[in-house]
T-cell receptor
Framework: GQNIDQPTEMTATEGAIVQINCTYQ??????LFWYQQHAGEAPTFLSY????GLEEKGRFSSFLSRSKGYSYLLLKELQMKDSASYLC???????????FGKGTKLSVIP | DVKVTQSSRYLVKRTGEKVFLECVQD?????MFWYRQDPGLGLRLIYF???????EKGDIPEGYSVSREKKERFSLILESASTNQTSMYLC??????????????FGPGTRLTVL
């Protein structure tokens, strides 16, 4: 199975950079997902990392270190609309399932 | 674009009622999932299906059943609703069968309140 940990809440200032960390303990590893979820809405896909390193996608980047069981989501040039929960998720080896972390609620303040 | 729809955004039911939550996806996805989301507990998998008429239990299947008679439709059934089943229910689908690494696309959610 999977055990996924991420901070519960974070606050950052508009225009700044924020890093949201995720650590995982797995019985197997098959990549790591990040999802964004605005309050009252469905989660939407942000990124998927299966290899070590940083993947950049506009203002958002995601990093993975498989040897350390660690990932982070980096948000640059923060905007008010980035206020949301960010969910880290990992599939199990040989499993159909995704195990989600409890999510990090990011508040962007002026 | 993938579209996953759920039959209701908000639902209020009474204890003991039988409740049906419907989910439909329009992209011919193999896998479909039902989750519930509660504050402080995150997303938890109830049931999933990797093919028509196939289903497997997730982490918290007790008190729930599912039905997948057609590829595009996956129903969650609460046989006898209880107050502890008050929650946000999210349906998701993904393309590739038997591969959990494919992206899951979520419906808008159904907020169920059981009185």
């Amino acid at each position: 199975g999977q055990n996924i940990d991420q901070p519960t809440e974070m606050t950052a200032t508009e225009g700044a950079i924020v890093q949201i960390n995720c650590t995982y303990q797995t019985s197997g590893f098959n990549g790591l997902f990040w999802y964004q979820q605005h309050a009252g809405e469905a989660p939407t896909f942000l990124s998927y990392n299966v290899l070590d390193g940083l993947e950049e996608k506009g203002r958002f980047s995601s990093f993975l270190s498989r040897s350390k069981g660690y990932s982070y989501l980096l948000l640059k040039e923060l905007q008010m609309k980035d206020s949301a929960s960010y969910l880290c998720a990992a599939p199990g080896a040989g499993s159909y399932q995704l195990t989600f972390g409890k999510g990090t609620k990011l508040s962007v303040i002026p | 674009d993938v579209k996953v729809t759920q039959s209701s955004r908000y639902l209020v039911k009474r204890t003991g009622e039988k409740v049906f939550l419907e989910c439909v996806q329009d992209m011919d996805h193999e896998n479909m999932f039902w989750y519930r989301q509660d504050p402080g507990l995150g997303l938890r998998l109830i049931y999933f299906s990797y093919d028509v008429k196939m289903k497997e239990k997730g982490d918290i299947p007790e008190g729930y059943s599912v039905s997948r008679e057609k590829k595009e439709r996956f129903s969650l059934i609460l046989e006898s609703a209880s107050t502890n089943q008050t929650s946000m229910y999210l349906c998701a689908s993904s393309l590739l069968s038997r591969l959990s690494t494919d992206t899951q696309y979520f419906g808008p959610g159904t907020r169920l309140t059981v009185l």
